[in-house]
C-alpha cells in the first residue's frame, strides 16, 4: 500500500489503528461471530460502546461533574439549529461572532427561533483574523463562536469572556489541546476531524440548560429527549460512534491532550516556520491568530505554480488544495498527522 | 469464524460481501492509499459513490423521472418532523394511520407544524392489524402511513388509495419488494434494515413538492437545501452510504427486487407455516396483515419456553426476542438473511 500524505480539511487522516480495529469489527466484532454493523444497537456489546464512547471524552477532555455527553446526528449544520432552540431565553436574542462561513450559518439559523445578534465579525478582511475588543451585549441568551475557521485558517487562541451562556462549535479543533469545558453552557462538534468518521456529532451540554429553552422544540432537535435516553432515542450512527471510541482510546493511549498538545505545536510551527522563511510562500491568516490545524497560505509567484503542484504530487501528498474562497493551498494537519509527513511537505516547499 | 443466525430487528443482517467490501474499503479504498474514511467527501472518489448510490436507487425502485433521491442524516425520527416541515400546505392539516410506535411518533411531529388527524388506528388491539375501510378527509395536505411495522409484525399488503398526496415511512421494508413509487409525494427510510448501516437515512421526493411547503423551514430540514446540492449542502455519513451503495449492488447482481421478492416470500411462508401448524406457537399480528419482514409469534405453553430459549440458543440463533410492548418472540427476516437460517429456526420450533 502506498504511502499518501493526507491534509484534507476533513473527512481526515484519522490514527492507523482506527482503521484497521474498525475494519476488524466490520467482519468479526470482539468473535461474536457478527459484524458490529449487524448488531442491534441495544445488544450488550453496542450500548457497551456507546458507554465507553461517552465516558471517554468525558476522561481525556476533563469534562467536569454535571455535564452530559451526546453523539446524535447531522452534523454541526443541524447543531446550529438545535442550538438556537436549546438556548434560547427570555431575551430570544443570541450573539454570535463570525468568523467565517460556518459561524455565520449558525446565526442564520438562530434567526428562525429567535434574532441573531452580531457581536463581532471578520468579514471585513475574508475571515483573516479573530476579532477582538468587542463588546458583548448582556441582554443575549448566550454568546455562539466557532473555535477554528477550518476554510479560512484561523484560530481563537483563548475562550471569549462573558458572564453569558457561551456555546462553541468546535469541530476542527476539539481534542486538538486541553479547553477549560466549565467556562461553556454547550460544545458541539462534528467528528469527522479529530474524532471519526462522518456521520456522528459530539455534544456537551451543561445539564443545567435541559428543559429550560423559552421556546417549543421538536422532539429530536431537543436535547433532553436524548439526553433522557443516554443518547439512544433512535438507532445512533453505531460505525461512526465505534470508531470515535477508537479514537479516544488511541489518544488516551499515547498520553491524553498534553501529548496531543505538544505533537500539534511541533507539527504547526514547522510548517508555520516554513511559509515565513521562504520568499516564495505568504500565510493568509493574521500571524497571532493562525490555526494549528489548517495551515492557509498562497505562493506568491504564480509562475511557480506548475512546479510546486507536480513536487507535492510526486511526493504523494493529498489534499492540499485551498478552499475556493480563499485560494491558494490548504495544509491540514489534524492529530493523526504524523510530523513526518508534515516534514515532508515542507521538504517539497524548499526544493522549488 | 462461528455461524450466527441474525434475526435482529434492526440494525440487522446485510449481505456477506457488504461485510467483505467495506472492511476492505476502510483499510484501502480501491487502492488509493487511503482509507475510505478519510477521504473527502468532495473528492472524485467520493462524489462517484454518492451518485452511485442515488442512481442504484433509482434503478432498483424503478423510480420514474421527476423525482430527487438523496441520503441525509438523522433517522426516520427525523423524517417524521421534516415530512411536517416540506409536506404542509394550505390546510395546515395531515392524515396519519398509526399502526404502530412510530407512525403515531410520526404524527406528533406534524403537530408541532400544523394539526395531525389520526384517520384511521389499529391501538385498539395492540396495532395487531392494519386498519381497513376508513375514510380519508379531502381537507388535508398529505396523508402519512408506515408500510410495515417492525415492532408489532404488520404490514400493509396495498398502496391506500386517495387522491390526496401521499407519504411513506418505508424504513423497514424498501428494498424488500417491488413497490410502485409514483403513487407517493415522498417515500423515506432509515437504512439500517435493507439498506445499509445505520446513519443514512434515504429520501425518495416528487420534485414538484420542492420549495411548495406553506411554512417557513429551518435550513438543514429543508428539503431543497439538499436537493440543490446533490445531498451534499453539508458532510454526509460516508461510511454508510458506501455500504448502501454496496447493497444496492448486491440486489441488482443477484436479480434485483423480482429475485428479492420471490425469496422473502419463501422465507415468510417457511416460518409462518410452522407457527400455524405447530401446536405450541401462535402468530400475534392478523393473518391477512401478516409482516414478511418481522414474524411475531408466542409460546403457548409457558412450561416450554426454558427449552426452547435453551434449543435457539444452542443453534446459535440470535435476536428474537420480541419487543417488550409484543413480548414472545420476534424473527426479523430481511432480504439478506438466507432461508438456511429460517429453516434451522423452523426445525428448533419443532424439535420442542
Known sequence: MKKVHNFSAGPCILAPTVFEKSAKAILNYNDTGLSLIEMSHR?????AIMEEARSLVKEVLDVPAGYTVLFLQGGASLGFLMTAYNMMGDHKKAGYITTGAWAKKASKEANFVGEAVIVASSE????????KGYNI????????????NTIFGTQFKSIPETSVPLVCDMSSDIFSKKIDISKFDLVYAGAQKNLGPAGATLYIIKDSILGKSSVAIPTMLDFKTHADKDSMFNTPPVFSIY?????????????????????????????????????LFEGTAAKEDRSYMNVTFV????????????????????????????????????????????QVLVDVMKAI
Open 137 to 148: 451585549p448582556s441582554d443575549i441568551d448566550y454568546l455562539h463562536y466557532t473555535s477554528n
Open 43 to 47: 445488544s450488550p456489546e453496542f450500548v
Open 243 to 279: 470508531a470515535s471510541m477508537l479514537t479516544l482510546q488511541w489518544i488516551k493511549e499515547i498520553g491524553g491532550l498534553e501529548e496531543i498538545e505538544k505533537r500539534n505545536n511541533a507539527k504547526a510551527e514547522l510548517l508555520y516556520n516554513e511559509i515565513d522563511r521562504n520568499p
Open 299 to 342: 505562493l506568491k509567484d504564480d509562475s511557480k505554480k506548475e512546479k510546486f503542484d507536480e513536487l507535492w504530487n510526486k511526493a504523494n501528498i493529498s489534499g492540499i488544495k485551498g478552499h475556493r474562497s480563499v485560494g491558494g493551498y490548504r495544509a491540514s494537519i489534524y492529530n493523526a498527522m504524523p510530523i513526518e509527513s508534515v
Open 124 to 131: 471585513d478582511k475574508n475571515n483573516s483574523y479573530i476579532p
